[in-house]
């Protein structure tokens, strides 16, 4: 069965810090992987999705930036945090191949504060 | 995609069926309609989802009416750990171009079962 993961659970960190949060996703290849955000009382935003290593697409312009270095890895990351960046960061995959109307399946989230 | 009304909160005494309605007036024929939870401080959780038939998994059965513009999602045996936001949402069944189309998650109904 597939399993994903994210590190860190929660994270406190200074504005103008960088950030690095990493997701793995096991039991599947080639998976299309998905980056949200969801702010307290808010709905999700999509930030960033991908269908292959090195294949990164921005939904939003913003602070972040997302990367594949592997196929079953995915990558947000900041050069410097801002405080509107906080919020519950939750990265999710679905079956390769369509990217609307597939079934998708989240990770634990991470909590982000930027103070 | 259409847009879905559910009530915003609910309770059930622990070990009946949890019913929890969703309307989606609106709906097109191509699209399906997802369910989705979110226990407190957790990624979304995936439950079930259909087009015309009812469905039934481990977790949940999914009655859509003969219209399909409302559904009910039950939980036949609820427990305490079912205590959770439950999202309705339809989407356009899957293609591939144009894209990745994020998940949009409205207000829900918050469940809470009752010891």
Not at chain 1, 6 to 34: D, F, K, R
Not at chain 2, 33 to 38: A, P, S
Request: net charge neutral.
């Amino acid at each position: 069965s597939q399993t994903i993961h994210q590190w860190p659970a929660t994270l406190v960190q200074p504005v103008g810090s960088p950030l690095s949060l990493e997701c793995t996703v096991e039991g599947t290849s080639n998976p299309n992987l998905y980056w949200y955000r969801q702010a307290a009382g808010r709905g999700l935003q999509l930030l960033f999705y991908s269908v292959g290593i090195g294949q990164i697409s921005s939904e939003v312009p913003q602070n972040l930036s997302a990367s594949r270095p592997q196929d079953r890895q995915f990558i947000l990351s900041s050069k410097k945090l801002l405080l509107s960046d906080s919020g519950f960061y939750l990265c999710a995959w679905s079956p390769p191949g369509l990217l609307r109307g597939e079934t998708q399946y989240f990770g634990p989230g991470t909590r982000l504060l930027v103070l | 995609d259409a847009k879905t009304t559910q009530p915003p909160s609910m309770d059930c005494a622990e070990g009946r069926a949890a019913n929890l309605p969703c309307n989606h007036s609106t709906i097109s024929g191509n699209e399906y309609v997802y369910w989705y939870r979110q226990i407190h401080s957790q990624g979304p959780q995936y439950i079930i989802h259909g087009l015309k038939n009812n469905e039934t998994n481990e977790m949940a059965s999914l009655i859509i009416t003969e219209d399909r513009k409302s559904s009910t999602l039950i939980l036949p045996h609820a427990t305490l750990r079912d205590t959770a936001v439950y999202y309705c949402i339809v989407r356009v069944a899957g293609y591939s171009g144009g894209g990745a189309d994020g998940l949009t998650f409205g207000k829900g109904t918050h469940l809470i079962i009752q010891p």
